[in-house]
């Protein structure tokens, strides 16, 4: 059918018109809903209007969006989801209010179609037909629009299922990419170009990056500018107050997404401040919190009004907290190769400041193989480890392997990764990276070590690899649920409209739908229209066959339809035996032969 096959929303309401046609339809409008925690529409979205035969970009309720309480009283079809909302006539209906007959000017019948998905009980939106003229549908006609009803539906609820698992796995590859990068940024400038390219996809012009200073309360008070991307020209260095910030519930400080900084006055404190520092129209700021302290702040800005999406939203600050990281140990990174590279430094001043890095740091004597100098994490992780092992596994690494010994060694830069059990008994997987120092004439005399618990990153990726694949695994069981629909359309007449492909997964699927008749227990006739299906092979064919079997094995006989000529063609040169079952060409044949034979099956039974 033309509907299944549509490429988008415009052809979908194009074959619905071809549907409507005899009835004298002038306008058709395909609406979207927005649903409440419960899954109630609160309000829809006009995104298709078909008017006379084409359908238009431009009319007046096209893009609009409309409370569903606004258009009491044709809210009853709420309440009753399987059943079209008539009005015959506009003009002498005592239900219609000089409101809703201004929005339907020219209009005179009215019909509401709900599209409510049964397979998954979830509203989709609505069609709302019009007419010139007092329309009093027939039984016929009502029957159609409860055979289109569901099936617009469930092809609505493919599409939806089909988008949002593209844009969870776009989502989900943009972030692994952008969290790669954000480890690999050299300074403080390209980790802020990493978040940043990704806003100036959503019309982003310029970002801050900043360090922040925080009261006792740990809320951040003062801002100073350390980089800037594109149209930013804020001097760095650079200081803003930053008071009235709030924090999460659960604690944290909240990111701020603001759509429009147009008037001030409508915003609370944060805000105000927020939008009187960073000159923008629209902006997101987004905390950088490490290791329970609050040590920076990105801000992103648009020239426009902007309305963050939620995905974008949940993009931003799962880079944020990423970005938190990397921005904390760049930070202090940058401060200790400057301790490091200052020799006249005072040796007390390089231990405090070692001490209070977030990773270990150890000195070796290339003669002696004798530690000079490590800081307090250093010696957490390597100094007083009881064994070294190799990761995931109880194999010690000799001692000659370890990464300083092999630096002393072989005088390169060593990296590497290994499993230390401390003194403690606790297991930890350390990063480790070791550098040869050298003196004038270039012997080795030493070798640094910097070495990085990255357990708790590990454990972060094994679980936003398995979140990830249970999303997928979600996905997928939602996405099969929806696209083999049972719709009765009586108590002994059920229709299975298969669209896209069928491999053996997916006959399997069909034929469970099919043998459990959704639960209906008079079922004489079972319709398998395949109209949808994007090539019909031996296999596939197979599979259907063997679908309609099974389903004489509850008592129920399988109608198939929807056949192109040259299916039917390629079926009997590969010898496919139907045996009995009924084939017919297309799904109103099928229909109108279930319906005769139940007909003739009941007047017998008088």
């Known amino acids: 059918m033309a509907i299944a096959r549509a490429a988008d929303e415009a052809e979908l309401v194009a074959a619905v018109a071809l549907a409507f046609a005899r009835y004298g339809v002038r306008e058709i409008d395909l609406c979207m809903f927005a649903c409440d925690e419960r899954g109630v529409p609160r309000s829809l979205e006009v995104i298709v209007t078909w008017v006379a035969g084409a359908v238009v970009d431009e009319h007046p309720l096209l893009g609009r969006t409309i409370a569903i309480a606004a258009l ?15 009005i ?3 003009d002498h209906d005592p239900r219609v209010e000089p409101g809703l007959r201004a929005a339907l000017a020219g209009a005179r019948g009215l019909a509401v179609l709900p599209l409510h998905s049964r397979s998954h009980a979830a509203w989709q939106g609505c069609l709302a037909l019009q007419w010139p003229t007092p329309h009093h549908p027939g039984a016929e006609e009502l029957f159609v629009y ?29 972030l692994y990419e952008a969290q790669a990068r954000l480890h690999e940024a050299p300074s403080l400038a390209a980790l802020l170009a990493v978040v940043a390219d990704l806003a100036r996809a959503h019309g982003a012009t310029r970002a801050w990056l900043g360090r922040v200073a925080a009261d006792a309360d740990g809320l951040p008070t003062w801002l100073e500018v350390l980089a ?46 927020l939008g009187r520092s960073f000159p923008a129209r629209a902006l997101a700021a987004l905390p950088l919190h490490w290791r329970g302290r609050w040590t920076g702040m990105l801000v992103l800005g648009w020239d426009e009004p902007h309305a963050f999406a939620a995905g974008e939203q949940r993009l931003y600050t799962a880079l944020a907290r990423q970005a938190a990281v990397c921005f904390d140990n760049r930070v202090l990174l940058d401060q200790t190769q400057a301790a490091l590279q200052d020799h006249r430094q005072q040796r007390a001043t390089l231990e405090t400041l070692l001490d209070n890095l977030p990773v270990g740091v150890r000195v ?54 290994a499993d230390i059990i401390g003194s403690d ?11 040869p120092i050298r003196d004038d004439s270039g012997a080795i005399t030493h070798a640094i070590g910097v070495y990085t618990d990255v357990t708790p990153r590990r454990r972060a990726e094994a679980e936003r690899l398995a979140m990830q694949a249970e999303l997928i695994r979600i996905q997928t069981a939602a996405l099969a649920e929806r696209s083999t629909p049972l719709i009765p359309i009586s108590d002994e007449v059920l229709v299975m409209p298969i669209i896209g492909t069928v491999d053996a997964e997916r006959g399997q699927q069909i034929t469970e739908t099919l043998v459990g008749l959704g639960g209906h227990t008079r079922v004489r006739f079972a319709i398998l229209d395949v109209t949808g299906v994007h090539a019909l092979d031996a296999h596939a064919a197979a599979a259907l066959v063997g679908a309609a079997r099974a389903l004489r094995l509850r008592g129920a006989r399988p109608i198939l339809t929807g056949f192109p000529p040259d299916s039917a063609a390629r079926l009997t040169e590969l010898g496919i035996d139907l045996g009995d079952i009924a084939v017919h060409g297309t799904l109103e044949d099928g229909i109108a032969y279930a319906m005769r034979s139940t007909d003739r099956a009941r007047a017998r039974g008088r």
């Open 228 to 273: 800037t991307w594109g149209a930013a020209d804020t001097p760095l260095g650079a200081s803003f107050h930053l008071p009235g910030l709030s924090r999460r519930p659960q604690g944290g400080l909240a990111p701020h997404f603001l759509a429009d900084l147009a008037d001030l006055a409508d915003l609370d404190d944060g805000a105000r401040e």
């Open 88 to 90: 015959p006539d506009l």
């Open 72 to 86: 009491d009283p044709t809210t009853g079809w709420i309440d009753a989801p399987d059943d079209p909302f008539i």
């Open 425 to 435: 008994g606790e297991r930890r997987t350390v990063e480790a990276l070791v550098a």
């Open 364 to 417: 070796i004597d290339a003669a002696t193989g004798e530690t000079v100098l490590f800081n307090r994490p250093g010696a957490a992780l390597t100094h007083e480890a009881a064994s070294v092992l190799q990761v995931g596994t109880d194999t010690p690494i000799p001692r000659h392997d370890w990464a300083a010994a092999r630096a002393l060694r072989t005088g390169e830069v060593v990296s590497t990764d």
């Open 146 to 174: 409860r055979l289109l009803m569901q099936f617009v539906a469930a092809v609505i609820a493919s599409r939806r299922t089909l988008r949002a698992h593209a844009d969870a796995v776009a989502e989900t590859r943009a």
